[in-house]
Structures are given as structure tokens and as C-alpha cells.
């Protein structure tokens, strides 16, 4: 049993340093939820249940129990092409992105 919480807390430890990543790098993500939409703004507060997310419309509350991944916003000035599903030499990929957590 306490192999079982460990595990868990090991987990959650991980959910919230990449949060708090975010959080304190003030930069813009993309919230994407079960039922298809999605919030794009930066990370004010979370806790164990909730994400407070600034975006341009103020502060939104969201639930992690709907949400199904959480990303860096997509840069919309991006210059390269996509051709079936992959990206031409021209593109750069970041050095240190970090990865979409998805979050149950």
C-alpha cells in the first residue's frame, strides 16, 4: 500500500514542477479539454483540483478533471510548411521544450 502512495505522490510532484515551470517562465500554454475546446494564456495559480489561467478574456478556472493536455501555446507566427504530417528541413525545433503532461 504505501508503494501505491508513493508512486502517486511521485506523479504529482512531477505535475506540479512542470506547472510551476510555466508558471514562473510567464508563458503562454494551451489548455486543451475533453470536450474538444481549449483555453490559450499563462498559468497564474494551481492547486491539487485547479488551474487559474490569465487569458485575454481575464482569469478562467479550470477543472483537471477535463482536462486531457497542456502544452506551450503554438506560435502562430509560424513560417515553416507541413507536408503530410511532417515539417521540412527550415524548421527549428526548440532545444528545451518541455513535454505536454496530460493530466487526469
Known sequence: MAVQVEV???GHRSQDK???????KNEK???NF??????IG?????DQFTIQLLGKN???LAFKSGIT?????PN???????????FTQNVEIPAKMPRPVIVN
Do not use: C, M, W
Request: no cysteine; glycine share 6%.
Open 76 to 86: 502562430k507566427e509560424f513560417k515553416g510548411k507541413v507536408t503530410k504530417n511532417t
Open 58 to 60: 481575464g482569469v478562467s
Open 8 to 10: 502517486a505522490n511521485q
Open 69 to 73: 493536455s497542456i502544452s506551450p501555446a
Open 18 to 24: 512542470f506547472l510551476n515551470d510555466l508558471r514562473t
Open 42 to 46: 499563462k498559468i497564474v495559480s494551481f
Open 29 to 31: 500554454v494551451q489548455i
Open 34 to 39: 475533453t470536450d474538444g475546446r481549449y483555453l
